[in-house]
């Protein structure tokens, strides 16, 4: 339908076929986004536990009672078509500092029907939550692109669900990289998808007409969880991670989001700008400078703040063992 509409003469994609193949992309979702994060994590493979098709999670091996702090777990929220080698990267420099961590992953169709779709997966993350062996458990947020929108999702979920903010008092820290905005979804895809200006502004137009035409499906659900996620409830720490070169997150749109979250009271809200780097590539293109970026962020919560000491204390004890 959109495309055609741009003028591209392709088979019309309709919501019966989406849904009938749940892991097809969006109709303007760039299939090269898959390819941005590298997968060259190191060590030994660390075993999935599948919990349903939105949901693994990954136990870090590591001992971290040393460090006096409960294990946190690390909600990481994947961008469309990642693939799990690609998030391997992320999962694995947590689950090195002892964290578990939970993989969420969404579905084209369920962005399309957040009533049947993403607000479905964000009441099984809240009551996965809430089980026994996690309902205790320091919480880190770590979104990539449209994952800021599924976060939003969660978080309202996790507001419907608490008495006394058993579940968002939890979270300790708060990860964005290259957060979407879905009023921005038909500027920034048609400037992926088309290099002629005047198709982009087709494309464009066509777009914002088919938001309007789900409005009531889709749309105001959207809306909420867009105002929900630039006035966001917890105050913990927050970083965002973006670049001047990014098709679809616009770096203005960030600093927005960064100064209407200081206007409500974030009192530890910062971001981090990169260079030339592509959607959700940040990590790819500047890795050690994106590495040490988020290691000046963790450290100025407890557990990693802890878990860091240790860590440098026992490379200096290796390093004095040596010496002698």
Known sequence: MIRAAAGMHMRRPS????????????????GIVR??????????TIPEIRIDDNLSLQKSPKNVESSGEKRPLVLLLSWLAAKQRHLSNFSRFYLDQGCDVLTIK????????PKSGSQVLAKNVVQFLQHTEQQD??????????????????????LDAEKEKEITSRIIGQIFDSPVDLDN????????????????????????????LTFNIAGQHHLRCSRLFH???VKAPSIFF?????????????????????????ESVQGKEFKGSPHVSH???????????LRLFLDQIDYFKKVSSEESSGTSSEKTESAV
């Open 15 to 30: 919501l019966a076929s989406l849904a009938s193949n749940a892991s097809a992309e969006l109709p303007w979702q760039p």
């Open 35 to 44: 390819f941005y994060a590298a997968a060259t994590s190191d060590g030994p």
């Open 106 to 113: 969404i579905k084209p169709m369920q962005i399309l029907l």
């Open 137 to 158: 458990k320091p919480l880190l947020v770590h979104t990539f692109s449209v994952g800021g929108y599924v976060y939003s999702e969660i978080l309202q979920s996790m």
């Open 185 to 212: 979804i038909p500027i920034g895809m048609s400037k992926v998808l088309l290099k002629n200006q005047t198709m982009q502004t087709g494309l464009r137009k066509s777009l914002e007409m088919y938001q309007n």
């Open 231 to 233: 006035h966001n409830p």
């Open 242 to 266: 973006y670049s001047d070169a990014d098709p679809i997150t616009s770096p203005r749109a960030v600093e927005r989001a960064i100064g209407m979250l200081k206007e409500v009271g974030h």
């Open 283 to 293: 990590m790819y293109k500047h890795r050690e400078e994106y590495v040490s970026t």
